[in-house]
């Protein structure tokens, strides 16, 4: 395979629990990440990952088109926008920095590949909170959003169609698992459309002058992700193609 170096960002959070028996109560909290085991498969098929947590982002985000370069794409998975547009040093200081968005847009516009995979803070996510049409990543990423929650619950199980069997990403993969639920969006008019589900959009690339780009409709790990999902023989070849392709 080819080396390809990523940077992968989001897919954590922090839990704060209430516990209350009877009369008293305490509170507790704990950290979670979710694409440990995407990221171990990655790994283990020769992928240079470097991982930022979404509460990193809001601190260690490269400030340089420079810094970027050096990946060959950049993955965001369930984090919103305002995580990346509210740095800490401009949200607490006031201080003027540069857009992190317009960052990875410039990257993408100079050859970079840009994967969006989908989550309740993916593309616009719950409440719309994610909010990313309103953005300038709407721009680069290859489907038209949705103005509000475009979250479809699928607590029975929905397969994806492979609609493109030749494709270098989806060439072999063979039937889909199903998933819980996913985010809806239509492909924009250039772009191709590889994966369908429920006659939506699922799986689709497209590019934005020099670079390549990818949008993943669901989950990469759970809930969406469903256990019938992370088990599937292709689970691995699946994101080794679509990071390949887009590094190619």
Not at 48 to 75: C, G, T, W
Not at 80 to 85: A, D, K, Q
Not at 108 to 119: A, D, F, K, P, Y
Not at 122 to 143: H, R
Request: with cysteine.
């Amino acid at each position: 395979m080819l080396i390809v170096k990523i940077l992968f960002i989001g897919e954590s959070w922090t839990i704060h629990m209430i516990h209350t028996k009877g009369f008293d109560s305490f509170e507790s909290t704990k950290y979670e990440e979710g694409a440990t085991y995407l990221l171990n498969r990655l790994r283990d098929s020769g992928v240079d990952v470097d991982y930022m947590p979404a509460h990193e982002v809001q601190v260690h985000f490269p400030n340089s088109r420079e810094e970027l370069a050096k990946y060959d794409s950049i993955v965001i998975s369930d984090v919103g926008s305002n995580t990346f547009l509210l740095q800490n040093s401009t949200f607490y200081e006031m201080q003027i920095v540069p857009n992190a968005l317009s960052l990875i847009r410039d990257y993408v516009q100079n050859g970079g590949g840009l994967l969006m995979i989908g989550g309740y803070l993916s593309f616009m996510g719950i409440e719309g909170k994610a909010n990313y049409k309103n953005t300038v990543l709407a721009d680069v990423l290859p489907v038209e959003m949705r103005e509000k929650d475009d979250r479809i619950e699928k607590p029975e199980g929905v397969h994806p169609i492979t609609k493109d069997h030749q494709h270098t990403i989806t060439k072999g993969l063979g039937e889909w698992p199903r998933f819980l639920g996913y985010n809806q969006f239509a492909a924009k008019s250039d772009a191709d459309v590889l994966v369908e589900i429920e006659s939506n959009p699922f799986l689709v690339v497209g590019t934005y002058q020099k670079g390549k780009t990818a949008c993943f409709a669901s989950d990469c790990a759970p809930h969406w992700g469903s256990k019938e999902f992370m088990d599937w023989n292709q689970y691995q070849t699946l994101w080794v193609n679509i990071l390949e392709y887009l590094g190619n």
